[in-house]
């Protein structure tokens, strides 16, 4: 890593999260990977899009390029499609919303942290770690079929613990249509704007939401009432357990915790991010060294996959499927029991 690759980087992931937020990158990877976006007139898309050529993640529209040079067409070259490096980047965009703009109040608290404190308070931009989070997971298609062909088989009701924007639920109402599907996260913010989003997709019913906390704790919480209590069947957490488990006395702890809140229990998703070897960062996979050091901040721990296995084993869980999401070091368990 050289001195060049850690300033122009810091600025190229910004315009990765612009773009996101103009809704290119979704547009691009349409139609296979081929599909086209059109720079917006004004200033600022169009400064954003030839930033992102000039990075080597947009390239103009060969179509358009060909109808300019034959004497044909607007010859602005306004329209760009993805190029085989900026298919990378546009699969990835999740993880570079989480660090560019969800973690970053952390990360800038540093410069006012008294040099002895043990640890920083976790400060986040609840939205962007949520919609980066459902973007994360939504890059493994084949782990929401995995999940689907399950509640295929055996419907009830799955609930998500730490639901982000509801964007998981939301892929496995289209792939298990006969499974009720329930939802909650700490965030009233994304709470609110999930609900309004699956209303005007007339999902509201189909798919419940609740803004409240998940910590496991007896009696259970308000949004828990007895009803949904005794309906879930199925429940899964993304990205949540390795922080629970650090603040309330391990895995085993909380998934206990979990399985009183629901008698009817038949099966538990737990998606999580492992804790990589390498003491350098160049030994480690990417995202990992800035996924540690993170946590390392706030004071959370992070866990081995033989930590995890050896909770589920003693709580009575078997692993029924083991996915790898597209990450080496994020790991999605389907257990049952």
């Avoid at 190229?12 to 990977?33: P, Y």
């Avoid at 059109?38 to 050529?53: K, M, W």
């Avoid at 957490?237 to 309330?248: I, M, N, Y």
Wanted: glycine share 10%.
């Amino acid at each position: 890593m050289n001195l060049h690759s850690v300033l122009e980087g810091y600025t190229a992931a910004q315009m990765v999260v612009a773009a996101d937020d103009f809704g290119w990158w979704t547009k691009l990877e349409g139609a296979n990977g081929a599909g086209v976006v059109v720079a917006e007139d004004g200033a600022l898309p169009q400064t954003v899009a030839r930033a992102l050529v000039r990075a080597g993640w947009l390239e103009p529209d060969p179509d358009e390029v060909a109808q300019a040079e034959a004497g044909a067409g607007s010859g602005t070259g306004a329209r760009f499609r993805l190029s085989d490096e900026g298919r990378e980047v546009a699969h990835n965009r999740g993880f570079v919303r989480v660090v560019a703009r969800g973690w970053m109040p952390t990360f800038h608290a540093l410069d006012e942290a008294p040099v002895h404190a043990p640890m920083l308070p976790a400060q986040t931009q609840p939205e962007d770690v949520a919609r980066g989070c459902t973007d994360i997971a939504r890059r493994c298609p084949e782990t929401f079929r995995v999940i689907a062909e399950r509640l295929r088989a055996d419907p009830g009701t799955t609930i998500d613990l730490g639901c982000d924007d509801s964007g998981r639920l939301l892929e496995l109402a289209k792939l298990a249509p006969d499974e009720r599907l329930a939802g909650v996260d700490l965030s009233a913010s994304v709470i609110r704007q999930a609900t309004r989003r699956n209303e005007k997709l007339g999902l509201a019913q189909r798919v419940q939401l609740f803004h409240g906390d998940v910590t496991p704790r007896m009696p259970p919480p308000q949004w828990l009432g007895a009803r949904l209590r005794e309906q879930v069947t199925t429940a899964m957490s993304f990205f949540l357990l390795h922080q629970l488990a650090s603040d309330g006395g391990g895995i085993g702890a909380v998934l206990e915790g979990w399985s009183a809140w629901f008698p009817n229990l038949r099966r538990l998703v737990i998606g999580d991010g492992l804790l990589s070897p390498g003491s350098r960062w160049d030994e480690q996979p990417w995202f990992a060294p800035t996924y540690e050091l993170y946590h390392e901040l706030t004071g959370v721990r992070l866990w081995a996959e033989e930590e995890y296995r050896e909770a589920f084993a003693s709580l009575g869980w078997t692993i029924a499927e083991r996915c790898d999401v597209d990450h080496p070091m994020l790991v999605m368990y389907v257990l049952e029991r």
